[in-house]
C-alpha cells in the first residue's frame, strides 16, 4: 500500500529564516513519482515539483529545493530566506504511474513578518 | 493557457437539493480527476476518467454521487439528494496521462459547496 507522511502539522518560522518540510513515503513499487503542491489561503493548488524515483538529483528552483533521497524514502522541502507569501499548506503525493495521486495530510506553514 | 475551469466557485444549497458541479479540462489533457477536501478526510480522490471513460470510481461515497464525461472537454458531478456532510471544496484536475509516468495533475480552483 502507499503511503504519504508528513509529520510536521504546522510549522511557523519568522520572514527570511530557512525552514524544511518533511515527507516520508512508502511504496513497494519501484518506479513512482512524487510531487509537491502549494495550496496558499485563497485556496487553489498550485503544482510545484514533480520527481520520478530514477532521479535522485537534488533541484533547486529559486528560494525552493527539494532533497530526494531512497535510502530513507524521503523527499523533502526547504525554502530559504522565507517570505510571508509563502504561507501556505503544502502537500506532498505519490503516484505509482497508475494515475491516482496518494496526499499526505498536509503542512501549514506560516511565516511571521 | 487556460487551466482548469470549475463553475460555480461557491455554492450554497439546502439539504435534499441536487447539486451539480462542472469542470473544464486543459485543452489536450486525457484524463480528468475529481477530488473532494474536508479538514476530517483531507483530500480524496471520488473518481477519475481517462479518454472520457470512467476507470476508478471506487472513492465516490454513495450512490447520491455520480459523475460522467460526455466529451473531452467537459465533466459533472452530481450530488442528489445533498446533505450536509457533503460541505466540502471539490476540485478537479486534468493531467496528459500517458501510461506508468505518473504526469502532473494540474487542479482548478475548487468550488466550495455548503450543504445547509
Known amino acids: 500500500a502507499q503511503k504519504v507522511t508528513q509529520a510536521q502539522t504546522e510549522i511557523s518560522v519568522v520572514e527570511k529564516e530557512d525552514v524544511t518540510l518533511d515527507c516520508v513515503y512508502e511504496?513497494?513499487?519501484?518506479?513512482?513519482?512524487l510531487f509537491w503542491y502549494k495550496q496558499p489561503p485563497s485556496g487553489e493548488l498550485v503544482f510545484l515539483i514533480r520527481?520520478?524515483?530514477?532521479?535522485?538529483q537534488n533541484e533547486i528552483s529559486g528560494r525552493y529545493s527539494w532533497n530526494f533521497q531512497k535510502s530513507t524514502s524521503s523527499f523533502n522541502f526547504t525554502i530559504t530566506a522565507s517570505q510571508v507569501v509563502d504561507s501556505a499548506v503544502y502537500f506532498c503525493?505519490?503516484?505509482?504511474?497508475?494515475?491516482?495521486?496518494?496526499f499526505g495530510t498536509g503542512t501549514r506553514l506560516t511565516i511571521i513578518p | 493557457d487556460a487551466g482548469v475551469i470549475q463553475s460555480p466557485r461557491h455554492e450554497v444549497t439546502e439539504m435534499g437539493q441536487e447539486v451539480t458541479l462542472r469542470c473544464k479540462p486543459i485543452?489536450?489533457?486525457?484524463?480528468l480527476f475529481w477530488y473532494r477536501q474536508t479538514m476530517m478526510r483531507g483530500l480524496e480522490l471520488l473518481i477519475y476518467?481517462?479518454?472520457?471513460?470512467?476507470?476508478?470510481d471506487s472513492g465516490m461515497p454513495e450512490d447520491r454521487f455520480s459523475a460522467k464525461m460526455p466529451n473531452a472537454s467537459f465533466s459533472t458531478l452530481k450530488i442528489q439528494p445533498s446533505e450536509p456532510r457533503d460541505s466540502a471544496v471539490y476540485f478537479c484536475?486534468?493531467?496528459?496521462?500517458?501510461?506508468?509516468?505518473?504526469?502532473?495533475?494540474?487542479f482548478g480552483p475548487g468550488t466550495r459547496l455548503l450543504v445547509l
Open positions: 485543452s489536450g489533457h486525457n484524463s
Open positions: 520527481r520520478n524515483s530514477f532521479d535522485e
Open positions: 476518467f481517462n479518454n472520457n471513460v470512467p476507470i476508478d
Open positions: 484536475a486534468s493531467s496528459l496521462a500517458i501510461a506508468g509516468r505518473g504526469e502532473t495533475q494540474y
Open positions: 511504496t513497494r513499487d519501484t518506479t513512482y513519482y
Open positions: 503525493a505519490l503516484n505509482f504511474g497508475n494515475e491516482k495521486l496518494t
